[in-house]
């Protein structure tokens, strides 16, 4: 008998840690899918102020409203809650000169909490409001370039996280390098005021990659010296034709 009791109590227990872990998987995936829902709802906004949206996994660029499949089979509906579950907004390019427009948009990105990459077009963006970005959103990938960035420091810019970053074009200059995250990988700097001056503060940064300082006011002879200092990375440079 008291055998019997045994095996009872270990087969409920063994039912009860089965329900248990259904019950966390299935709780586990509502939320998965209420995130993609999430994510679509929130790049159809998006699309709405003249945001680009690219969405993982596959990463193509596609209306938000158009993830799903049509369709009412099976098959199709175990697709659809894939997607459902699994999308994500990876990219968002913004274009919008409007003020309003641009506002709204950071605002829905502030949402998000998280973003691969981010680009800006022209949209001349306030150094306020990327500070907020940055401070509000985590991003891998930024591109500012054409952007009216300062000529003074950023700290805003020293994003833990941050790996690849384009400045190109713009006012960037030798005191916002000390503000640059030690993540990053990628660095594009054409067309800036960056100077002879400035470029042993690139030295610190031990994960670069790439550097690309084509088009600034340094000298051929700087850069083969800073290319000695950092030989793990590789600099792509070319002189001011019109300084």
Not at 65 to 85: H, V
Not at 108 to 134: I, N, P, Q, R, Y
Not at 163 to 169: A, D, G, Q, T
Not at 175 to 188: C, G, K, N, V, W
Request: net charge positive; aromatic share 6%.
């Amino acid at each position: 008998m008291t055998a019997k009791r045994s095996v009872f109590r270990f087969s409920l227990r063994s039912v009860l840690v089965v329900i248990f872990i259904v019950a966390a998987l299935l709780s586990l995936a509502a939320w998965q899918i209420g995130e993609g829902r999430r994510h679509q709802q929130i790049g159809l906004r998006l699309e709405s102020l003249r945001c680009s949206v690219d969405y993982s996994p596959d990463g193509r660029k596609r209306s938000a409203n158009t993830t799903l499949a049509k369709g009412s089979t099976l098959p199709d509906l175990a697709r659809n809650l894939q997607l459902a579950a699994t999308v994500r907004i990876e990219k968002v390019t913004l274009r919008s000169q409007e003020a309003d427009k641009l506002q709204r948009a950071l605002s829905l990105l502030s949402d998000l909490g998280s973003v691969s990459s981010v680009s800006f077009h022209e949209t001349g963006v306030s150094e306020k409001l990327l500070a907020t970005l940055l401070r509000d959103v985590a991003i891998e990938h930024l591109y500012v370039s054409s952007e009216k960035l300062p000529r003074t420091r950023m700290p805003w810019l020293n994003s833990d996280g941050m790996r690849w970053l384009c400045v190109s074009r713009t006012q960037f200059s030798n005191p916002a390098i000390e503000d640059l995250p030690l993540s990053l990988t990628y660095f594009d700097a054409t067309r800036t005021r960056i100077n002879d001056e400035g470029l042993k503060s690139f030295t610190r940064m031990t994960n670069l990659k790439t550097l690309k300082l084509r088009r600034t006011p340094t000298s051929s002879e700087a850069i083969e010296l800073l290319r000695k200092k950092m030989p793990w990375c590789r600099i792509d440079w070319q002189p001011l034709l019109n300084p």
